[in-house]
Each structure stands twice: as C-alpha cells, then as structure tokens.
C-alpha cells in the first residue's frame, strides 16, 4: 500500500519572482497583437535587450513600472511622457527582437539604487 504524505498532496510552492529576483527574458508585447506587458504594478528596475544581437539596449527604473515600460512604445501603441523619440523609436523598429525582464523592487529608492549599479556595470544602447 502506498503510503500518502502531506509532501505528495501539497508539493512546495514553486520559487516565484519576488523583490529580490529578476524575471525571465521575455518578448516584449506586440500591442498590434493583443499583446500584454507583464511587469510590476509598484516600483521595479527594468531591462531591455535585442535578441538578434545580445546587445543590451535600455534600462530604467519606476515607482510604477508596468506604467512606465508602457512608455516604451511611440504613440499611439505606447503611453506615458517619455521625452526620448530615439529609444521609443529604436523598440518599435526592432519589436520583434526586443525582450525584456523586471525585477519588483520594495522601495522606489531601492530601484535606484539598482539602476545605478547596472548603469555602471553594463554598457547599453541607450545609457540614459
């Protein structure tokens, strides 16, 4: 007979991005497509790359991120008021390549602080 443990009904959770981990890369949406951003509601720090090349493109931070990565796209796909035309531009002309990740962060001053270390360890397309 088979013995059943609490372990076999109810395995462990499985690990889910929390405040201190980075997503998967992912594509970035394609809102022509039905396309859904998928990023933190609260602050975060945020990566894009070009997987055609591994080149690093951009990152960022938000108090908000799903509304600022919105931005990321010219009008009328994206939203916001980002003032910089070339990264907007750059991410529609390569949406098919572009992929990002996001990494929730507690704090808008711990995004920060995170977007200045990758500031300083990485080199970007764009570095502002």
Known sequence: MKTTTAATLHPPPRPVPGARDWTDWQPFPD?????????PIGACCYELRNRSNAKLVLFGSASHGAERMSSLL???????RRRNMRKRDYVAA????????????????????????????????FET
């Open 31 to 39: 809102p022509d497509r039905g396309g859904m951003l998928t990023a």
């Open 74 to 80: 010219p009008a009328p796909l994206g939203s916001g």
């Open 94 to 125: 390569h949406l098919s390549d572009i992929e990002y990740r996001t990494r929730p962060c507690t704090t808008r001053d711990e995004a920060r602080a995170i977007e200045a270390k990758l500031k300083a360890g990485n080199s970007y397309e």
